[in-house]
């Protein structure tokens, strides 16, 4: 159902919540779209995708309808502030609940909150073939268990997004990207540059939409402190041509899961204190 037709309906209310597989997920809450089989184009790019749920209505039937907005959308602003484009309805059938992690911890003294000392950023364009990597590794450790002191993040091409967040002073941050650099396609590399660099005009990541070193640049204008930066990268077999193209090849996509276990090794040695 889009947003017209939706609001041709009559007599609808929004509840403050819904029970989604014994989860009560409410508005603030994300979860991971999962649209109907037989359904149009867009919902086939739609399967998979992190939102966050706007708002949570019945209609005068007594059916729910959950409105969500898509965390990967550059206008989610817009969405937020109800405005038509950016806002998609699906059914509670429809999404999963994705753990909502609380920052916060109950050591060593119960109800003193704890700030993440580790940000693992995914970033990249879904639409330009293996550019989604870093979402997909992120999308995936968001539903694996974390340390309370690790954020993961898809921040797709939010790169206002990820500046704003560098200004929480994490101790450790890992950015998951497609790395071109001339390696056999699926290589997964960790690479530590020197922050130097960011000043100096340095090009350890291959610019593309989010433009991660002009972030990280930017964030260091605003006075981000960047303690350390580690880059977890995969070498790209295709980036979409002129055209663009969704899904990651089959090379990068078979190093998603390496990957995933390269970062949980990483913050499991910045944990515990071990050299990497």
Known sequence: MNEWEWNLLEDKSCLDHVEIGGVIVKPG????????SGGDILD???????ATVEDIEEDYEGAQHICVVLDEDPGRDLGMMRQPGHRFFFTPGEVEPVEQRRESTTEPHAGVTKKPTILVAGIGNIFLGDDGFGVEVARRMLVRPQPDSVR???FGIRGLDLAYALQDEYETVVLVDAYPHGQ?????SVIEPNLHDLSSGGDFVQPHAMHPVNVLRMAGAMNARLNRLLVV?????DLGGDEGRMGLSEAVQSSVDEAVNTVEALVRRIVDGKEI
């Open 152 to 154: 993961v993040v898809d």
């Open 233 to 237: 990268g995969c070498e790209p077999a």
């Open 184 to 188: 056999k396609p699926g290589t997964v």
């Open 44 to 50: 086939i790019a739609l399967r998979g995708q992190i």
């Open 29 to 36: 809450d994300r979860v991971r779209l999962h649209p109907k």
